[in-house]
């Protein structure tokens, strides 16, 4: 055996681990909103090239008024 101590070969497993592991990431990010400001991020910079970007605090206090400002339909 050749390679550095404690290194192993990609088994049959590792790759459905790994994209198992990555859509339990993404179903996360996606779950907490953390996407929502990646994408939000990546249109206003489109949008308004050389402008600062908001923070994610900034964010969430845009994204919370406009939904207080414009209620929709919802359970409670």
Not at 18 to 28: C, Q
Not at 29 to 34: A, C
Not at 55 to 74: D, G, I, K, L
Request: glycine fraction near 10%.
């Amino acid at each position: 055996m050749s390679g550095a101590p404690g290194a192993t070969a990609p088994g049959p497993v590792g790759g459905p681990l790994r994209r198992a592991s990555r859509w339990v990431l993404w179903y996360l990010r996606e779950l907490t909103g953390e996407a929502h400001y990646d994408r939000y991020c990546a249109r206003y910079r489109e949008h308004h090239p050389g402008a600062p970007v908001p923070t994610p605090r900034e964010f969430q206090r845009m994204r919370t008024a406009h939904q207080e400002a414009n209620p929709q339909s919802r359970c409670c």
